[in-house]
């Protein structure tokens, strides 16, 4: 028999079955839907209460003089973890310790200093670790991309790509490409929706992203062009490089047919390397110069030739944002009807 029952595993129910059993000596049952009693109260399938988690019932008597016996661990416990930890995510470390919570692991893992491998202990979804490693046309454009309008972050080893809304499908294509199962998550800035996908612990990801294309934590001022790429895995870059920070629209001369336009942002050394790839697809005896607009480096094209490199770009089979990309396809299908 209990002298007290609890509904809800939650501070206050925790708080108050530690203090009824520890200071009042009653038994005590917590009934609630949870896994577990929350760990940063008094956690641990405590010496306690008895707590009814869906099926699960688990009891021990917590004595008055025992209070902090939750935060003490055995030898076999300690040994325990420094074998797996750090080679099974902490959740399944639970398993093998069964008065310990995933988060109790961690916060114990740390307090002893063992080193913790993200792929395991951290990590809470799939992807491909090696989709940068080897160049080819599809991460190409992804590199691209994320060198347009991505984020590489130190402290997480991460990277995020923050889009408009309307843009998720792009997202989703990423995570299928990369193998990515992160949500996607929405993101408000002021009464604007955007969405975001911010993948962590893809340290190899920054390695390749640095040494097969260039690109660098805190990028939007030093971005390097890309060097040792082939033809296709470059204009891959461009098109992935297009779709972040690039304009790609239509314009109609107060004398003149409706004609193409190419405009694209970003760094001296990087609008330069695309200009080179845009005289190279089509030479002509106008050749658009970078310039320097305030701040901001631009490259703009027009006419023929940004239709000539958009009908190449078109043939690169690499993702395409469709919003970028739809005026230039219906301005190509008006000229074939």
Not at 49 to 70: E, H, K, P, T, W
Not at 224 to 230: E, K
Request: hydrophobic share 35%; aromatic share 10%; with cysteine.
């Amino acid at each position: 028999m209990f002298d007290y029952l609890i509904v809800g595993a939650g501070y206050a129910g925790s708080v108050l079955a530690e203090r009824l059993a520890a200071g009042a000596g009653k038994k005590v049952l917590i009934v609630d839907d949870l896994q577990y009693i929350r760990n940063d109260t008094y956690d641990l399938r405590g010496r306690y209460v008895m707590l009814i988690c869906g099926r699960v019932a688990l009891f021990s008597q917590y004595s008055s003089g025992d209070r902090n016996m939750s935060d003490r661990w055995s030898q076999a416990e300690l040994e325990t973890l420094a074998s797996f930890y750090g080679l099974k995510m902490a959740k399944d470390l639970a398993n093998l310790l069964p008065s310990r919570t995933p988060e109790a692991i961690i916060q114990k893992a740390r307090s002893l200093n063992l080193k913790a491998n993200r792929k395991f202990t951290r990590k809470q979804y799939q992807v491909n670790y090696d989709y940068f490693s080897v160049p080819n046309l599809e991460n190409s454009y992804w590199a691209g991309f994320i060198a347009a309008d991505g984020n590489i972050g130190d402290p997480k080893d991460r990277v995020r790509i923050k889009l408009a809304a309307s843009d998720v499908d792009h997202l989703e294509t990423f995570k299928e490409c990369c193998g990515a199962t992160n949500p996607i998550k929405d993101v408000y800035n002021g009464p604007k929706r955007y969405v975001a996908l911010e993948i962590c612990g893809v340290s190899q990801w920054k390695e390749d992203l640095q040494d097969n294309f260039c690109i660098t934590p805190r990028k939007s001022l030093t971005l390097q062009p890309p060097i040792n790429l082939s033809r296709g895995e470059s204009l891959a870059f461009i098109t992935g490089y297009l779709d972040g920070d690039g304009c790609l629209y239509t314009e109609k001369p107060p004398t003149g047919h409706l004609r193409l336009g190419i405009q694209v942002t970003g760094t001296h050394e990087v609008l330069r390397w695309i200009k080179n790839w845009f005289d190279e697809i089509a030479p002509s005896e106008f050749q658009a110069n970078v310039r320097c607009v305030g701040k901001v480096w631009s490259y703009k094209i027009v006419g023929r030739k940004a239709e000539s490199v958009l009908q190449t770009l078109l043939q690169i089979k690499t993702p395409k944002l469709r919003r970028k990309w739809a005026k230039a396809l219906t301005f190509f299908d008006g000229r074939m009807s």
